[in-house]
């Protein structure tokens, strides 16, 4: 079987001087029936790697292939097969939920009723609702509606859950894994690492235009090396800590400092923990705040590129 999709040696270069490299040369596959998320702080391509293979960015070099085929070749069977919910989606105010279903199902030739696309997102109460009048929770769900009403084999979901509160997010995470069930395509762009952790079959990390990793969210937590993280912050008076000394103890992976944060990854924190705070004790510093946690994506991020992935869009 094909993959869903399918990219090889990607290129987007913006004119200007100098040129702007947006995507350097990206390889990828999604398998059909997978969730694969992409993630990576603004300006690293992941949109603009989206946006081409949505049809609506002209790559500079290389191929792109969707559900087999190419957007220069084949755009309007692609569009009957693909379903866009974007980061933002402008619909109409003065439209009822049932009206803008009706008008996004008249756009495809085959797909599934108004009715039903309303089910899916949990809207039918609110069928003739005016838009306006919805919650931003409801409006997320009523623009993934609109991508699903054509009942799409590959969905792309542009950043679905930013800005919605905790119980929204997860109304919309059970609606995409309804979907997988289904095994339907999904391309999920993230700013949440639970999110890409629960959802995700695979992920791909974006930086500076490339893929700097790619695997499962397991495969890519056990390639830390270490799989507890110990944070902690010291008084502002103390500026002066000697990192060689966390360094030297046994189980430690990785230490990353900002200003008076550490982070820390570690095999085995309970031997970590009494020399860290015998060490800090012997060079007169105090702890201001201490914690421990599983690894995750988010520690990921930090070791590939030395920052954190914010939560939300700039």
């Not at 799989?227 to 430690?252: A, C, K, Y």
Request: glycine residues 8%.
């Amino acid at each position: 079987m094909s993959p869903a999709i399918r990219c090889t040696n990607l290129v987007k270069t913006y004119p200007g001087k100098p040129p702007v490299e947006a995507v350097r040369g990206i390889d990828f596959e999604i398998a059909v029936g997978e969730c694969y998320g992409v993630l990576g702080p603004n300006g690293a391509g992941k949109t603009t790697t989206i946006e081409i293979l949505e049809g609506l960015l002209k790559a500079t070099s290389g191929e792109a292939e969707v559900l087999g085929m190419r957007w220069d070749h084949n755009a309007v069977a692609i569009r009957e097969r693909i379903g866009v919910s974007l980061q933002e989606t402008h619909l109409s105010d003065r439209l009822s939920v049932k009206e803008t279903l009706e008008l996004f199902r008249s756009f495809y030739s085959t797909g599934i009723s108004p009715a039903e696309a309303m089910a899916r997102v949990s809207l039918g109460e609110k069928q003739s609702a005016w838009v306006k009048t919805l919650s931003g929770g409801q409006k997320q769900r009523l623009a993934v509606a609109t991508a699903l009403v054509g009942d799409p084999e590959l969905i792309f979901l542009d950043e679905p859950t930013t800005g919605l509160d905790p119980s929204s997010r997860r109304q919309l995470w059970d609606i995409i894994e309804t979907f997988k069930q289904e095994g339907k395509t999904v391309l999920l762009t993230t700013h949440y690492m639970e999110e890409a952790e629960r959802l995700c079959d695979r992920v791909a990390i974006f930086d500076n235009g490339k893929i700097i990793a790619e695997g499962s969210p397991d495969e890519l937590i056990h390639s830390l090396g270490a799989e507890h993280v110990i944070e902690f912050s010291i008084d502002r008076n103390h500026d002066t800590l000697d990192i060689s000394m966390i360094q030297s103890i046994p189980t430690v992976d990785r230490v990353d400092k900002h200003e008076t944060e550490f982070h820390i990854t570690a095999g085995k924190p309970h031997v970590v923990l009494p020399a860290l705070i015998a060490g800090l004790a012997a060079q007169g510093i105090s702890l201001a705040d201490l914690s421990t946690r599983h690894a995750s994506l988010e520690d990921v991020f930090i070791n590939l590129t030395g920052r954190r992935l914010v939560g939300h869009e700039d």
